[in-house]
């Protein structure tokens, strides 16, 4: 039996991507219900051909409740504050979700922990197998160069993204941080304009660009005297975020409740750092 997919958003750009990938699985999940923000223009159009992938009979609706008595999983890249909204609808239903959403903050990062009691949680910055291996090689990287580097965060994004820094670009500081024993709402520099003076030793710089429809690149820049590495990933497609997040849908289908992330899905997280 295929596993029941709803989608938030699915008139939205992600959303119209996690339609096409859902059609490359062949009979392991289907399209079960696909949710857009009432009001929207896009109620009642085929999720199938807004997608691109021929009329599939599933209309984008603004009922969660009615979605989620037909889903097994909703995942959900759609702003904060439905984010939320969802978050609760599914602990009321008893439905696992991915959430691909960033930009919470520490209270609405609580209630989703809150909610995680009660049902399976996947919520990551980045659903991209390529990005969650840089996590693990930014961590490795940072614990062997230690203090010997500074490090600078560099992330673009097209001209519609909402948050900056990006999520992903957060977590790869996160990351080095963590690493090098460090707290990175301590060390994180934001803003640089002006006479700012010397760099501060063990601060982890970020730096943003928008513009365009680029997709996500994200570097970590480790610079030595004498020598600098540099950990790039780049993203040409939305697809690899899509893919990512139905296969966390899949393997999320089958855990208990608890919040889990891209590194749980993959397997990469060391055993010491598992929950």
Avoid at 161 to 173: H, I, M, N, Q, Y
Avoid at 194 to 215: C, E, K, L, N, W
Wanted: net charge negative.
């Amino acid at each position: 039996m295929s596993l029941r997919i709803g989608i938030t958003g699915a008139g939205g750009r992600m959303g119209q991507t996690l339609v096409q990938a859902l059609d490359q699985t062949g009979n392991s999940m289907a399209l079960a219900a696909a949710l857009e923000r009432p009001g929207s223009s896009l109620l009642g159009a085929d999720a199938g051909e807004l997608g691109g992938v021929g009329a599939n009979g599933i209309l984008l609706g603004s009922d969660v409740d009615l979605a989620l008595r037909a889903v097994d999983v909703l995942v959900d890249f759609s702003s904060v504050a439905a984010t939320l909204a969802h978050v609760a609808a599914c602990r009321a239903h008893g439905k696992a979700l991915v959430i691909g959403t960033t930009g919470f903050s520490p209270e609405e990062l609580a209630d989703i922990d809150a909610a995680a009691v009660d049902i399976p949680i996947c919520k990551a910055s980045n659903f991209s197998t390529g990005v969650n291996l840089c996590f693990r090689l930014v961590a490795e990287a940072a614990r062997v160069l230690g203090d010997e580097v500074d490090v600078e965060v560099i992330e673009a994004h097209h001209r519609h993204k909402v948050d900056a820094p990006s999520g992903t670009a957060l977590s790869l500081g996160h990351e080095a941080a963590a690493a090098l024993g460090r707290d990175l709402r301590d060390d994180a520099v934001y803003h640089r304009e002006g006479q700012t003076g010397a760099r501060r030793p063990g601060s982890i710089g970020f730096s943003t660009v928008r513009g365009g429809d680029i997709v996500g690149d994200h570097t970590v820049l480790f610079a030595g005297d004498g020598e600098r590495i540099e950990i790039t990933h780049k993203a040409s497609s939305r697809l690899a975020f899509a893919r990512g997040a139905l296969r966390a849908a899949a393997w999320l289908a089958a855990q208990p409740p608890g919040l889990y992330d891209m590194q749980d899905v993959l397997g990469l997280r060391p055993k010491e750092e598992s929950p």
